[in-house]
């Protein structure tokens, strides 16, 4: 052992990096000047200290606050300036307001999960980006970035509230209602029927009702294509205490399983949801197995619509009725997830109801086991979100990238 250059293992972590004096100032400047800020967190802005001290940044500067979709824990329920997901504030143009003049990215990071670079989240003119992350390399990757400072986030949060004191920073309540209004916005999917056809519920209603089914602090961890649309519109309702959307940047699919082990394994004391469809389920359903041998508080739903939803949807806006069998996206509706739960000693219920839903989760949650819902829901309606990633409606002279940017089709110069 003595041979070992063990270095510096059993020491001090080093200090983590801090923004530059310079790059608060601007920061300042940039914030004093806006009309209309926003902040966004991200999985680079969490801890309880760190929380409470943004609280007092925000309410100093009278900022409204979003959370990317890749974490949202920061804000609590129902204050004044708690903004919800991110991706609600696409939902301006449709009530005639104006985007954001500032966007202050806080530990988030501008990939597809805030929209990319199509401007609906994140606006491509007439807005102004700090952008706050501890790797230099992230910042501009994707998105034009005015103030880049590489900072751990609480460093960033204390620098600022030092930096504003004697500096007038806040932004007007009517920025902040409108801003804060986007949460409670009713949905397009609200006056839709709860059935889409016998025993099929609409997959809004359906989710909606289990989120609001849920005991208040669970840990939602949110996976799976469309089934992550539909429970993002609705999170607001689970007064979650910590949700985190599992796929990454490059949407893997599966992750849900080990996100929600180790968030149960991290915190025995709250209850876990894992939020899948079931395409994504079919990855790692084996770990109902090591929920249960570790008796781990986790219940899994499972968004049953018999079909890889988000691919079978891409298809439908693409190729429509050219190809109506497209048997690659169906799965089988026989598959009874609660059977196989039963199997590996988890309680487990079926439901197609939205009625019965309720008392379905009350009934897992309190068995004393993990559980699992197989949730049967309906394959329609497409949702929004995939229909502005896979934007089919373009002309001729483009080609069709489902889920990513669309390119000019090649050409010979006359």
């Given at each position: 052992?003595?041979?070992?250059?063990?270095?510096?293992?059993?020491?001090?972590?080093p200090?983590?990096?801090?923004?530059?004096?310079?790059?608060?100032?601007?920061?300042?400047?940039?914030?004093?000047?806006?009309?209309?800020?926003?902040?966004?967190?991200?999985?680079?802005?969490?801890?309880?200290?760190?929380?409470e001290?943004?609280?007092?940044?925000?309410?100093?500067?009278?900022?409204?606050?979003?959370?990317?979709?890749?974490?949202?824990?920061?804000?609590?329920?129902g204050?004044?300036?708690?903004?919800g997901?991110?991706?609600?504030?696409?939902?301006?143009?449709?009530?005639?307001?104006?985007p954001?003049?500032?966007?202050?990215?806080?530990?988030?990071?501008?990939?597809?999960?805030?929209?990319?670079?199509?401007?609906?989240?994140?606006?491509?003119?007439?807005?102004?980006?700090?952008?706050?992350?501890?790797?230099?390399?992230?910042?501009?990757?994707?998105?034009?970035?005015?103030?880049?400072?590489?900072?751990?986030?609480?460093?960033?949060?204390?620098?600022?509230?030092?930096?504003?004191?004697?500096?007038?920073?806040?932004?007007?309540?009517?920025?902040?209602?409108?801003?804060?209004?986007?949460?409670?916005?009713?949905?397009?999917?609200?006056?839709?029927?709860?059935?889409?056809s016998?025993?099929?519920?609409?997959?809004?209603?359906?989710?909606?009702?289990?989120?609001?089914?849920?005991?208040?602090?669970?840990?939602?961890?949110?996976?799976?294509?469309?089934?992550?649309?539909?429970?993002?519109?609705?999170?607001?309702?689970?007064?979650?205490?910590l949700?985190?959307?599992?796929?990454?940047?490059?949407?893997?699919?599966?992750?849900?399983?080990?996100?929600?082990?180790?968030?149960?394994?991290?915190?025995?004391?709250?209850?876990?949801?894992?939020m899948?469809?079931?395409?994504?389920?079919?990855?790692?359903?084996a770990?109902?197995?090591?929920?249960?041998?570790?008796g781990?508080?986790?219940?899994?739903?499972?968004?049953?619509?018999?079909?890889?939803?988000?691919?079978?949807?891409?298809?439908?806006?693409?190729?429509?009725?050219?190809?109506?069998?497209?048997?690659?996206?169906?799965?089988?509706?026989?598959?009874?997830?609660?059977?196989?739960?039963?199997?590996?000693?988890?309680?487990?219920?079926?439901?197609?109801?939205?009625?019965?839903?309720?008392?379905?989760?009350?009934?897992?949650?309190?068995?004393?086991?993990?559980?699992?819902?197989?949730?049967?829901?309906?394959?329609?309606?497409?949702?929004?979100?995939?229909?502005?990633?896979?934007?089919?409606?373009?002309?001729?002279?483009?080609?069709?990238?489902p889920?990513?940017?669309?390119?000019?089709?090649?050409?010979?110069?006359?």
């Amino acid at each position: 052992m003595d041979g070992i250059a063990w270095g510096a293992i059993n020491r001090p972590l080093p200090y983590p990096p801090g923004p530059a004096a310079e790059a608060i100032q601007e920061a300042v400047e940039l914030w004093c000047q806006a009309k209309r800020p926003v902040l966004i967190t991200g999985t680079g802005a969490r801890g309880t200290k760190f929380a409470e001290n943004l609280l007092k940044l925000v309410e100093t500067t009278n900022t409204p606050v979003f959370y990317s979709s890749k974490y949202g824990s920061t804000v609590p329920y129902g204050h004044r300036l708690r903004g919800g997901p991110a991706v609600r504030l696409a939902l301006l143009g449709t009530i005639n307001e104006q985007p954001p003049d500032l966007v202050i990215l806080l530990g988030a990071r501008s990939g597809f999960l805030l929209g990319g670079r199509n401007g609906a989240i994140l606006p491509n003119t007439n807005c102004k980006f700090i952008h706050v992350d501890v790797d230099g390399s992230e910042i501009g990757r994707s998105h034009q970035i005015d103030c880049g400072i590489i900072s751990t986030s609480q460093n960033f949060v204390g620098s600022m509230l030092s930096a504003l004191q004697g500096n007038k920073v806040s932004s007007s309540d009517v920025w902040v209602n409108t801003a804060t209004s986007l949460k409670d916005l009713k949905n397009q999917f609200d006056d839709e029927p709860e059935e889409m056809s016998p025993g099929r519920p609409h997959p809004h209603h359906a989710i909606r009702k289990v989120l609001q089914s849920l005991p208040e602090g669970a840990i939602v961890c949110i996976d799976g294509g469309e089934v992550g649309g539909w429970t993002l519109q609705n999170i607001e309702h689970s007064r979650a205490s910590l949700v985190m959307v599992t796929t990454g940047y490059l949407g893997f699919l599966g992750n849900g399983w080990g996100y929600s082990l180790g968030a149960a394994v991290a915190d025995r004391s709250r209850l876990v949801v894992n939020m899948q469809g079931d395409g994504s389920a079919g990855f790692h359903l084996a770990e109902l197995d090591t929920y249960a041998r570790f008796g781990l508080k986790i219940l899994t739903v499972i968004s049953n619509n018999y079909a890889w939803g988000m691919s079978q949807a891409g298809q439908e806006l693409i190729y429509g009725e050219k190809t109506p069998k497209r048997q690659a996206s169906k799965l089988n509706p026989r598959a009874d997830y609660e059977t196989v739960a039963a199997g590996l000693q988890c309680a487990s219920a079926r439901v197609d109801k939205v009625s019965d839903i309720p008392v379905a989760v009350e009934k897992l949650v309190n068995s004393g086991k993990p559980g699992l819902l197989n949730l049967i829901i309906s394959d329609k309606p497409i949702h929004s979100n995939t229909k502005a990633m896979v934007n089919a409606e373009v002309g001729k002279d483009w080609i069709v990238i489902p889920y990513y940017d669309n390119i000019q089709r090649p050409y010979y110069k006359q």
